[in-house]
């Protein structure tokens, strides 16, 4: 009897390895491995659903996580998002929002579903805004 290939991600070792191999086969662009890096995009958003981590952190906590897993720098994200360093820095110390064209580079690059960076978080111009209103109103 033959053995699978893959099964269900049962430990985060297994998950990382998962990880780890579509990354590679993605990297190589192979048309005939597209059944092979569809069923381990299945198993990985399966994993992450179930370990869902994220939810308690804002869009940049879990970015800024991933960059310190996956050692990157803000200079790296330059070039995998396609911006500015300027507007790098900016979406890193919560002046600008994530767009929706970044929202899909990142969830690509770190294979999270969308939903993992789509979701709100407070600028500091919206924090300093309602600071000061709660203020002058005091």
């Not at 590679?24 to 890096?37: G, M, P």
């Not at 381990?40 to 659903?49: G, I």
Request: charge should be negative; hydrophobic fraction near 35%; aromatic fraction near 8%.
């Amino acid at each position: 009897m033959e053995t699978l290939k893959y099964k269900i991600i049962k430990d985060v070792k297994q998950y990382k390895e998962y990880c780890d191999i579509l990354e590679e086969l993605v990297l190589n662009d192979n048309k005939a491995t597209t059944d092979e890096i569809e069923l381990l995009t299945l198993l990985v958003e399966k994993w992450d659903n179930e370990h869902n981590t994220f939810n308690d952190s804002d869009p940049i906590e879990l970015l800024t996580a991933l960059m310190e897993e996956h050692d990157l720098k803000a200079k790296d994200l330059v070039g995998i998002l396609e911006l500015s360093k300027g507007t790098v820095s900016k979406i890193l110390n919560y002046h600008k929002g994530l767009s929706k064209d970044t929202i899909r580079k990142l969830s690509d690059y770190f294979k999270l579903s969308q939903e993992a960076f789509n979701r709100p978080y407070k600028l500091v111009h919206e924090v300093n805004r309602n600071f000061l209103s709660f203020h002058n109103n005091v």
